[in-house]
């Protein structure tokens, strides 16, 4: 079985401050891991994904998470926030084989303020 | 197309009626997923079709969801007797298969979002 939790449903920071959203995952097997971003009326579009090496992962927009198996997390970071950057996060776990679900977790809504 | 296409965009029901929402993706992708998203909540998981097989329909919530890929590309989730706890975005996901990895992506549509009064 499979599970996510996103510490914090809301995160507000300061434009050009520093982003974190936090991930801890569950996985009875080696995980792949993926953060989607989801703006208002629009569909999930992927920021970033882990599968095997390095375990820095860096994605779009500037965003970039680490994957530290020890603490089974995969906190999301970006060092300066943007206005663009509000919306909400998910962070979210899949398993070995192509028919295996994503499984999600609730969800961050971040806000920018100027 | 270029992306996963989902119709209607907006759905209001009355409590009782039928429903059908549409998901078209991405052309040459085997793998669909259909997930549920209720306000404020992630996505969660319904059905799984590879090719025209429903390989995994543990999410759907009761025997009222059905949902179907006869050829093995457009897909139809349907509804039946809707209630007001059915309310949420239903969102498509298609990937293709290469191999048997869960590390490809999932492309997900723009959703369904279905009001039921």
């Known amino acids: 079985a499979q599970s996510v939790t996103q510490l914090g449903s809301h995160v507000s920071v300061s434009e050009g401050a520093l982003v974190l959203l936090r991930c801890n995952y569950s996985?009875?097997?080696?995980?792949?891991l993926f953060w989607y971003v989801q703006y208002p009326n629009q569909g999930l579009q992927l920021l970033l994904k882990y599968t095997t090496g390095a375990t820095l992962v860096k994605g779009i927009n500037g965003f970039e998470a680490e994957f530290k198996k020890s603490e089974t997390s995969f906190h999301l970071t970006k060092p300066s926030a943007h206005m663009s950057d509000a919306a909400e996060y998910f962070c979210?776990?899949?398993?070995?084989?192509?028919?295996?679900?994503?499984?999600f977790g609730e969800g961050t809504q971040l806000t920018v303020n100027p | 197309g270029a992306g996963v296409s989902q119709s209607p965009r907006y759905k209001v029901a009355k409590r009782g009626q039928d429903v059908a929402l549409r998901c078209d993706p991405i052309?040459?992708?085997?793998?669909l997923f259909w997930y549920q998203q209720a306000l404020g909540q992630g996505p969660e998981f319904l059905t799984y079709?590879?090719?025209?097989?429903?390989?995994?329909k543990s999410g759907l919530p009761s025997d009222r969801f059905f949902a179907e890929r006869p050829e093995g590309s457009v897909s139809t989730l349907k509804i039946q007797r809707t209630q007001q706890e059915d309310s949420a975005v239903y969102l498509c996901?298609?990937?293709?298969?290469?191999?048997?990895?869960?590390?490809?992506?999932?492309?997900f549509g723009a959703g369904s979002r279905l009001t039921v009064l």
């Open positions: 996985s009875s097997v080696p995980p792949y």
């Open positions: 052309s040459g992708h085997v793998s």
């Open positions: 079709f590879q090719n025209e097989a429903q390989l995994d």
């Open positions: 979210a776990v899949r398993g070995e084989t192509s028919g295996s679900r994503l499984t």
């Open positions: 996901a298609s990937s293709l298969r290469t191999g048997t990895s869960g590390a490809n992506v999932l492309t």
